[in-house]
């Protein structure tokens, strides 16, 4: 069983910054990703940024646009999101998740991706 636990969200003003992380405990195998989504409300969930545990290779939403970097520290067991030049669209509920297959690569399709955490809520006031 795989555990993931987000935190780091909070409310910033537009054009602010933070960084989110994602522990990862449990089991899992050597090679997986990690995928960062986002939910606002009445909309669907959508990817925001991915990374391999394997070879670090990264996967971004069109929407980031060089504003946010996905970086994993493995001898912590954490996956970070660092949100720069944060806009009130970006406010929403952010998930981290995991896939456990990524043999053809990393994605950010929400149907790629088994085990969720809870969530944590970012607000950006205009």
């Known amino acids: 069983e795989v555990h993931l636990v987000e935190s780091g969200g909070g409310l910033v003003q537009a054009g602010g910054s933070l960084r989110l992380s994602c522990a990862v405990s449990g089991n899992t195998d050597d090679t997986y990703a990690i995928g960062w989504f986002r939910q606002a409300p009445g909309k669907e969930r959508e990817g925001v940024a991915c990374?391999?545990?394997?070879?670090?290779?990264?996967l971004y939403g069109d929407f980031v646009k060089g504003r946010f970097t996905v970086s994993s520290d493995k001898s912590k067991n954490t996956v970070s999101l660092q949100m720069n030049s944060l806009k009130p669209e970006d406010t929403a509920v952010y998930y981290c998740?995991?896939?456990?297959?990524?043999?053809?690569?990393?994605?950010?399709?929400?149907?790629?991706?088994?085990?969720w955490g809870q969530g944590t809520q970012v607000t950006v006031s205009s």
């Open positions: 998740a995991l896939d456990p297959d990524v043999h053809y690569g990393v994605g950010l399709e929400t149907w790629e991706y088994d085990d």
């Open positions: 990374i391999s545990s394997s070879d670090g290779s990264t």
